[in-house]
């Protein structure tokens, strides 16, 4: 039979067979289900992860310290796992003592730098400035002496007398300038300064009014120069007192902070040592090795910063105790009796000017004396200490202060009897000063000369022996961090040997 084989039995029947069999195929090769059709959090993905638009705050808190906790815990059990293992022990070790080493030598030479830092200040600003207070207040004392002993005398001052009081007035006003340079942030100083700088003046104005009405022979001269006396006495000379007080003050207190010894820094070395020896014996106990040459030449390092801060600190020490014995306490004495002295002596100037008695003021005027006598007696003490056999300026102020208190007696017994010419010549003249028939005014003249080169002598000592001091810290702060660091190198180098017997 001929015609399509689609329309052949053959054909048909091949076809109804073919049918079903395909379409099982097809059914079997198909996907279960349609996954676009899937919820999101069903799908399948390589990395599961947490969605959290759905999570509550809860679970995200939780979550997040969970995944910012592991990974620093992981790492934290490592290391603890590393240090219990004895590579781990000896390089925990390492670092220990190159720490403690390192904090000690640094704080030492920290302190150390402070010390020659504070000493080179004292040298160079805190003393000056003390000596420039001193200086400032003995020479407006000696300017109010000048200016009432002209006022005695009638007619023009004397030239010698008037070139004496414009000296002093000059010193003070450049012992103020040097004062208001080195007194820092100290702005009550600075206040009293100014005080001074401002009423003299106002001073000088009210003694040149007086010399011209003494000139004139107007009597109104006298209640000028007690005026101006008045003035410079209760408010300029107790403004320079207070300022050179706290300039002393200044001194003393940063000499003895400076000259104590380094105790604190000091048992930080020591510490560090005792550390090393600790190591060392733990290291001999693990790797049964007695010695060990890096931390030994550590050990050796560190002993020798300690014995030169030792030898740095008793340097400095013994310089500050015999400076206080030698050079500081026969200063303070000498500045405090000298300023005495001016005053006693402006004093039985006034008197005369007065034309009153002074038997009142003989009390004032023995503990003067006395004063005078015990710091006398300190320098004395002082040159015996030094081993010092010069001694013509002690005899001279001696000297001078027998022959003053003589001249002064014979002042008060010619005011008390009306000798005012015999008074005169005892206040005012210099000329005729002998050790046979002394002056006031001549004897006066030789102490104030004399304890003027004593302070001097004294301000030299003090000023060699702060030297020392600032000499014995010298290189003490770099040593010791150069010497610590190289204990750091040491110690690493010692422990280099024994890490590797375990890698």
Do not use: C
């Amino acid at each position: 039979m001929t015609g399509d084989a689609g329309h052949s039995p053959k054909g048909y029947l091949r076809q109804r067979l073919r049918g079903p069999w395909e379409r099982a195929l097809a059914k079997r090769k198909a996907p279960l289900f349609n996954s676009s059709e899937l919820p999101h959090d069903t799908e399948d993905h390589w990395l599961d992860r947490v969605d959290d638009t759905e999570s509550t705050p809860r679970n995200s808190l939780k979550t997040w310290w969970i995944t910012a906790s592991s990974g620093p815990l992981y790492r934290a059990r490592v290391i603890w796992r590393f240090i219990s293992t004895t590579p781990g022990k000896m390089v925990t070790l390492t670092i220990i003592l190159a720490a403690a080493i390192f904090a000690a030598g640094y704080s030492m030479s920290d302190y150390s730098a402070a010390r020659q830092q504070s000493l080179t200040e004292m040298l160079d600003t805190t003393e000056p400035t003390s000596s420039a207070a001193h200086n400032l207040y003995t020479s407006l004392s000696l300017a109010d002496t000048m200016a009432t002993t002209g006022m005695v005398q009638s007619g023009v001052m004397p030239e010698e007398s008037l070139s004496t009081y414009y000296q002093a007035l000059d010193r003070a006003s450049t012992a103020a300038s040097e004062v208001a340079a080195g007194i820092g942030e100290d702005a009550q100083a600075a206040e009293l300064i100014a005080r001074v700088q401002r009423q003299l003046p106002v001073y000088a104005g009210l003694v040149e009014t007086s010399r011209s009405n003494n000139r004139q022979g107007n009597p109104v001269s006298v209640s000028y120069m007690a005026e101006a006396s008045a003035l410079m006495r209760d408010e300029i000379l107790e403004d320079a007192s207070a300022i050179f007080d706290r300039a002393s003050h200044n001194v003393s207190a940063q000499q003895y902070q400076a000259m104590r010894p380094q105790w604190v820094p000091l048992s930080g070395l020591i510490a560090a040592v005792i550390f090393l020896l600790i190591a060392q014996w733990w290291l001999w106990r693990i790797t049964r090795r007695r010695l060990n040459k890096g931390f030994l030449a550590a050990t050796a390092m560190m002993f020798l910063a300690i014995l030169w801060v030792s030898g740095s600190n008793f340097a400095t020490w013994q310089a500050g105790n015999r400076s206080f014995e030698q050079a500081a306490l026969p200063w303070d004495s000498l500045t405090t009796s000298r300023i005495s002295a001016q005053q006693a002596r402006t004093t039985e100037t006034l008197a005369l000017v007065r034309r009153q008695s002074i038997e009142d003021t003989n009390s004032s005027f023995e503990e003067t004396a006395r004063a005078l006598s015990s710091a006398l007696d300190d320098v004395e003490n002082a040159q015996h200490r030094k081993k010092e056999h010069s001694q013509e300026a002690l005899d001279s102020a001696r000297t001078a202060l027998s022959q003053w208190e003589e001249a002064h007696a014979h002042l008060v017994s010619d005011l008390r009897s009306g000798e005012f010419s015999e008074a005169l010549r005892l206040t005012t003249n210099t000329s005729e000063h002998s050790d046979q028939s002394p002056t006031t005014a001549g004897a006066f003249n030789d102490l104030d000369e004399a304890l003027g080169e004593l302070i001097g002598q004294s301000r030299t000592t003090m000023r060699s022996f702060i030297r020392d001091g600032l000499g014995a810290t010298t290189l003490v702060s770099v040593s010791v961090l150069l010497l610590s660091l190289g204990s750091i190198v040491a110690v690493v180098l010692g422990i280099r040997p024994r890490l590797q017997e375990y890698l």
